[in-house]
């Protein structure tokens, strides 16, 4: 068992593209968490930048309509880059590997979740909300930027040598 973890992380860590691609997950999750932990702080209470009361905090801004514009949007987005993401792993990584590499992808990838929230909080503390907000926000377009610089270095198919199969029935 300690074996066949540690050969699914080893794939994991020596291809460069999945290893990429599963740490910047993990910088966007931990990202994401470090905002959302204290972005409640920010709207709630009235020590709050908002003053909203806690009854409110369900139906967030003043402009509805631009809260559902952007949860469409990102709902969007998240669903294409997780199709992508997902169908790449997938053809990338055997087959006897495909069940164990995708556990330790998904490792690094939402484990930036608690990480994230855990700094969120503390640099809220010790240097104010906007900074966490900044903060990670900066990390998100950082890792984002990583990913971008990567596939657009690579000169060959990050999928090169998998035969896809012809589902057209054409050739």
């Known amino acids: 068992m300690a074996g066949e973890i540690a050969e699914s992380l080893r794939y994991l860590w020596s291809h460069r593209f999945l290893r990429t691609l599963a740490l910047s997950a993990g910088l966007i999750n931990m990202g994401s968490a ?11 209470g009235d020590g709050s930048r908002m003053g909203l009361a806690p009854s ?13 514009v952007t949860a469409v949007a990102w709902g969007v987005a998240g669903s294409a880059s997780n199709v992508l993401v997902i169908s790449t792993r ?6 006897g590997l ?25 640099a809220g503390e010790v240097a104010g909300l906007p900074a ?8 998100q ?11 657009f270095s690579i000169s060959t198919p990050v999928t090169s040598g998998v ?9």
Do not use: C, E, H
């Open 163 to 171: 035969t896809i199969p012809d589902i057209t029935g054409s050739r």
């Open 141 to 151: 377009v950082v890792a984002v930027a990583w990913v971008g610089r990567l596939v």
């Open 132 to 139: 966490v907000f900044l903060g990670a926000t900066a990390v």
């Open 34 to 44: 470090a905002y959302f932990a204290v972005l409640v702080l920010w709207v709630v």
């Open 90 to 95: 997938q053809r990338i990584i055997p087959g």
């Open 56 to 68: 409110g905090y369900g139906l967030m801004l003043p402009a509805p309509w631009l809260l559902y």
């Open 98 to 122: 495909l069940g164990r590499v995708n556990a330790a992808y998904r490792l690094l990838g939402m484990g930036g979740m608690p990480v994230g929230a855990a700094l969120g909080g503390l």
